[in-house]
Nanobody
Framework: VQLQASGGGLVQPGGSLRLSCAAS????????MGWYQQAPGKQREVVAS???????NYADSVKGRFTISRDDAKKTVYLQMNSSKPEDTAVYYC???????????WGQGTLVTVSS
């Protein structure tokens, strides 16, 4: 399984950005998908996740601003980032966890910078 994240860049405070993560292989639809952020000098933390049935969960810091979604036909997970804040600045990683194994897979990360 390989994950290819894209969509990062520079966004102004209050602006929007959409991240995408495309997966290879055949287990995407059988997997929990998540987006994590890692700010400079900090540990990697989960910001949003979505189950195979579409149930979502969000970190308190992004609730009401970020939306995670998935398209199983395209094997892609998205993170819509609205009302961006400078503290959202981080490298964002997508994560895939198949429900039938303890393995997990990571994308290469995409940098999001929120600044004026």
């Amino acid at each position: 399984v390989q994950l290819q994240a894209s969509g990062g860049g520079l966004v102004q405070p209050g602006g929007s950005l959409r991240l995408s993560c495309a997966a290879s292989g055949s287990i995407f639809s059988l997997s929990l998908m998540g987006w994590y952020q890692q700010a400079p000098g900090k540990q990697r933390e989960v910001v949003a996740s979505i189950t195979t049935s579409g149930r979502t969960n969000y970190a308190d810091s992004v609730k009401g601003r970020f939306t995670i979604s998935r398209d199983d036909a395209k094997k892609t997970v998205y993170l819509q980032m609205n009302s961006s804040k400078p503290e959202d600045t981080a490298v964002y990683y997508c994560n895939l966890k198949p429900f039938f194994t303890q393995s997990e897979y990571w994308g290469q990360g995409t940098l999001v910078t929120v600044s004026s």
